[in-house]
């Protein structure tokens, strides 16, 4: 899917992610401040910031954040949200996360939370994060992972094939999904970067499967639902679907990680 894809997409989508609960709620985005522990001097650029949730968060916390997404529709909702809880220290601005641009060292932290699945090369990304950080600073990362694994063997073998289920599951249901990474593969990237991780941990969510497939027509919802419901058995320990309630559920996992340049 090209950029221009990715904005019409999002763009079109642009109202929902006001609301939606795993960006403006979800237990990650509290932790990950948490984990952060920004200080009152910093200025710092929340990249896919969306409609500013993760922005937001940051801002009561430290002197200036920018909040940065390729979609220009998500920025006048993002504005309105700041406003609206009178939150003064906040701009944004739209521009491509393989191409920042802010000069070398201008942000003491850049944060991107449940975004680079979406981005073509997570290594760029790293790449232009690590730069416009000054010596020091910090790269915070939510997003959601999937098994994965460093050894060989029949086993590892399979947590890598679930790993690839989970992603063509996500991709069938959001074609603007690239590939999300394992938590090795991150540890990876971001020690390949140069940078030294100082927290790592993973968080559960569990997400109802009709609201996760509402944007689809029945007979979509029905393939996406028998992709669930009928899992290889290392996909289906992973996304553990439940359907005792009524409803059906089923679990994602997020990757956190905080690394400093």
């Given at each position: 899917?090209?950029?221009?894809?990715?904005?019409?997409?999002f763009?079109?989508?642009?109202?929902?992610?006001?609301?939606?609960?795993?960006?403006?709620?979800?237990?990650?985005l509290?932790?990950?401040?948490e984990?952060?522990?920004?200080?009152?001097?910093?200025?710092?650029?929340?990249?896919?910031?969306?409609?500013?949730?993760?922005a937001?968060?940051?801002?009561?916390?430290?002197a200036?954040?920018?909040?940065?997404?390729?979609?220009?529709?998500?920025?006048?909702?993002?504005?309105r949200?700041?406003a609206?809880?009178?939150v003064?220290n906040?701009?944004?601005?739209?521009?491509d996360?393989?191409?920042?641009?802010?000069g070398d060292?201008a942000?003491?932290?850049?944060?991107?939370?449940?975004?680079?699945?979406?981005?073509?090369?997570?290594g760029?990304?790293i790449?232009?994060?690590?730069?416009?950080l000054?010596?020091?600073?910090r790269?915070a990362?939510?997003?959601?992972?999937?098994?994965?694994?460093?050894?060989?063997?029949?086993?590892?073998?399979?947590?890598?094939?679930?790993?690839?289920?989970?992603?063509?599951?996500?991709?069938?249901r959001?074609?603007?999904h690239?590939?999300?990474l394992?938590?090795?593969?991150?540890?990876?990237?971001?020690?390949a970067?140069?940078?030294?991780?100082e927290?790592?941990?993973?968080?559960?969510?569990?997400?109802?499967?009709?609201?996760?497939a509402?944007?689809?027509?029945?007979?979509?919802?029905?393939?996406?639902?028998?992709?669930?419901?009928?899992?290889?058995?290392?996909a289906?320990?992973?996304?553990?679907?439940r359907?005792?309630?009524?409803?059906?559920?089923?679990?994602l996992r997020?990757?956190?990680?905080?690394?400093?340049?």
């Open positions: 899917m090209s950029k221009q894809q990715v904005q019409q997409q763009g079109a989508n642009a109202a929902a992610y006001v609301s939606s609960p795993t960006h403006a709620q979800g237990a990650s509290a932790r990950l401040v984990r952060v522990e920004p200080e009152p001097a910093w200025r710092v650029l929340d990249i896919a910031t969306a409609t500013g949730h993760t937001l968060a940051f801002a009561p916390h430290v200036a954040v920018v909040g940065l997404d390729l979609t220009p529709q998500m920025l006048p909702l993002a504005a949200l700041a609206d809880r009178g003064a906040l701009t944004f601005t739209v521009g996360v393989d191409d920042l641009p802010f060292g942000f003491d932290a850049v944060t991107c939370r449940i975004a680079p699945h979406h981005f073509p090369d997570i760029r990304f790449a232009e994060a690590v730069r416009v000054r010596p020091g600073g790269l990362v939510v997003d959601n992972v999937v098994p994965g694994s460093r050894l060989r063997g029949k086993k590892a073998d399979r947590q890598r094939a679930a790993g690839e289920y989970v992603n063509a599951f996500e991709k069938l959001d074609p603007s690239v590939r999300c394992s938590y090795e593969e991150w540890l990876d990237a971001l020690a970067a140069g940078l030294q991780v927290a790592q941990e993973t968080l559960d969510k569990r997400l109802t499967f009709e609201t996760w509402a944007r689809h027509t029945p007979e979509m919802q029905t393939r996406l639902r028998v992709l669930l419901l009928q899992a290889p058995a290392a289906a320990e992973f996304l553990d679907p359907t005792d309630t009524g409803l059906t559920t089923f679990r997020e990757g956190l990680f905080v690394a400093r340049k």
